[in-house]
DNA sequence: TCACAAAACTAACACTTATTAGTTTTTTTA
DNA sequence: TAAAAAAACTAATAAGTGTTAGTTTTGTGA
């Protein structure tokens, strides 16, 4: 019938990996049909696949996408001339603000990724152990350098991480406080309770 | 072929949820087929049917039993005459409990509660949502009586159940802090950010 | 040992699934 | 405006789903 628009700036794939992650979210990847997602954007299922290789590949595409995102930041935030206390105030506003902007995609990634097929799987597992244990160097450095309390690091990264990902419960009650103060509340609580 | 075996003090009912909460844990709910279950305990699908009323009831079963089981302990609790933090970290350790003995059902209840049937989803988010709100009351008297620090207390409740769930990813680092370190660890993270 | 109940089996059902092939329509390009 | 490319359609396929009916086997209590 009708045709994909097109989302600004991209191309029409990106429109159904970006409903696809909405229904994803929604229903989880394995609930979600693709005359779902075809039937969403008002069109037919198999006209889908003039744009997508199959319905795996979206999964794929979500979750290394958000990897992606938040590798790149990890890179930039380890090259900072900065007090390790303030690096790590930068990831957790920046895994923050990923949540809520990108709610959908974060989301899938941290609850479907069980759902990718090989060699994907291990290659994202691979990826996110490799992100924590980076995060763990982080706090050890912290706390040799004495600008963090002695604490147990990789506790402290599994807490922090988590934590922030408990951010996605806060969608239910939006208008509790507004998203600043939301963020400073977060990262206050998850740092004095480590700084020194 | 072979018989079901009756789990330890329990029905042959008990085993094919036992069995069934391990599969939705490792693929996920809609993931795991009845036939699935079925070969892991050793049997045809169809006979799971002389035990069970469907696959929906297998998720219902887990997902209130496990709530069954934190609301108990809240009521408990509740009941304690002991200073706020203390009672914190009672359902704190609970927490930690339940998800390393029960890791499966626990896993299970928070991941895949979405696949409940109404009015099965819906009467599980009530409870979700006034076991949060009965949490949110415990910090914020905590905070009127002084024995906490003056944080929001949505942001500490939803922050310490997050970083408990977070527990799942232990699983994987099964040698790190032993068992009685790990909990003291977390409750002490947890709390020594937001006891006085 | 006989009868009854519990628990397994086989076979089939009605649906839904992702995906493909082939065709038609729409849009872009020259 | 004609040709080429992109994107939609219809129709079909093969595989897998939960579940039921009917039957046979196994275990139990009289």
């Not at 090989?118 to 924590?132: H, I, T, V, W």
Request: hydrophobic letters at 40%; aromatic letters at 8%; charged letters at 25%.
């Amino acid at each position: 019938m009708s045709k994909i628009k097109p989302v600004r700036n991209g191309t029409r794939k990106d429109t159904i990996i970006r409903k696809a992650a909405a229904l994803f979210r929604k229903k989880g990847f394995v609930a979600t049909s693709m005359r779902e997602i075809a039937d969403n954007i008002g069109v037919e299922a198999s006209s889908l696949y003039n744009h997508i290789g199959s319905k795996s590949e979206l999964l794929q595409s979500i979750c290394f996408q958000v990897a992606n995102a938040f590798n790149q930041q990890l890179e930039e935030v380890e090259q900072m001339e900065t007090p390790t206390a303030k690096k790590l105030e930068s990831l957790i506003r920046f895994h923050i603000r990923m949540m809520l902007d990108n709610f959908d995609e974060v989301y899938v990634a941290n609850h479907e990724w069980k759902q990718l097929g090989e060699p994907f799987l291990s290659n994202f597992l691979a990826q996110r152990k490799q992100y924590e244990s980076r995060l763990v160097e982080l706090v050890t450095t912290g706390i040799r350098k004495k600008e963090l309390k002695n604490i147990h690091p990789h506790v402290a990264v599994l807490s922090i991480l988590s934590a922030v990902r408990g951010l996605e419960f806060w969608q239910r009650h939006k208008k509790e406080p507004e998203r600043p103060e939301l963020e400073n509340n977060l990262v206050n609580y998850l740092l004095h309770g480590i700084t020194r």
